[in-house]
């Protein structure tokens, strides 16, 4: 199988990390899906694709008939589903004696449940070819925690919990699991720090600064090549150290 016959499904790619693993696969030769929750934005991935093939497309993650209409589209299109990184992702921060049910759910549903219904959704038919790898985009807060983060915190430890019980159920169909948890990464997400904060944030980093997109997307890269063959189970830090 080459690299072009290979189809990888990432969710969310139509700005910050999602967008630049979508740039980094392209380049890379995959056929590349991107979702997006708007037309706009399914229409935008779309003018992203510039030396491989694929196609952006409208999912929302948190339903389940949204799902199946974009998966169908992939299948019927494109083929089985050889790579799923599941990228997409929301903050609703509060302290929790503040925090709304809609925002612990909401995070919840996103961050977590989605895991639950797009992987399971393109599982079978991986299952069937023997192969595929799957990649969860966790956070360092899922490690570490973080006061007024609860909710995102506890989505994204039950995104690391979800990961090796799936390279468990997975691993004798040739399929690996692992998660990539990012600490500061500069997207819309960070976007709201003040510039006093960041310059609080990176003195505790031992990098000294806060990281691109690009160098999550080198990461997925990774795990979806012959490279990384033998890595199941695993969660990569790309932290600059924030957590070690
Ligand atoms: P971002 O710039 O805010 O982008 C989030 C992406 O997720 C957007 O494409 C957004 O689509 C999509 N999305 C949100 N809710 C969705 C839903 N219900 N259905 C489908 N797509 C949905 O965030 P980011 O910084 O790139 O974060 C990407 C991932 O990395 C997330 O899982 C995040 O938790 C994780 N992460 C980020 C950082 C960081 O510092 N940035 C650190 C650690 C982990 P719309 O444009 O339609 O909203």
Redesign the pocket.
């Known amino acids: 199988m080459t690299v072009k016959d290979k189809v990888i499904l990432v ?9 630049n693993i979508l740039q980094r696969l392209d380049i890379d030769g995959y056929t590349v899906i991107g ?4 037309d706009d ?1 399914a229409d935008l991935i779309s003018q992203q694709i510039k030396s491989s093939n694929g196609i952006g497309l409208k ?4 339903d389940q008939d949204s799902i199946n209409s974009a998966i169908s589209k992939i299948q019927d299109g494109f083929g089985t589903i050889y790579g799923l990184v599941n ?5 609703e921060d509060n302290l929790l004696m503040r925090m709304s049910d809609e925002q612990w759910l909401s995070v919840i549903e ?2 977590l449940t ?1 895991l639950y219904r797009v992987t399971k959704s393109i599982v079978k038919d991986m299952m069937k070819a023997r192969q595929g790898r799957i990649i969860n ?5 899922g490690l570490m925690g973080n006061a007024g983060q609860s909710n ?1 915190s506890a989505s ?1 430890s039950g995104l690391l919990g979800f990961t090796k019980s799936l390279a468990r159920e997975l691993s004798s169909r040739n399929i690996n699991v692992n998660s990539i ?5 500069d ?4 976007n709201s720090l003040s510039n006093e904060q960041i310059d609080k944030l990176t003195k505790n980093i031992p990098l000294g600064r806060i990281a691109e ?1 690009s160098e999550v997307s080198s990461v997925v890269s990774f795990l979806l090549s012959q490279d990384s063959s033998y890595i199941t189970g695993e969660n990569i830090n790309v932290n600059g150290g924030l957590y070690m």
């Open positions: 969710t969310g790619a139509n700005r910050g990390i999602g967008l979702t997006s929750r708007s934005g999912m929302d993650v948190t990228n997409a992702g929301i903050t996103t961050n989605s985009v966790g956070s360092i807060v995102y994204k948890s990012p600490g500061f990464i997207t819309d997400m960070t997109s």
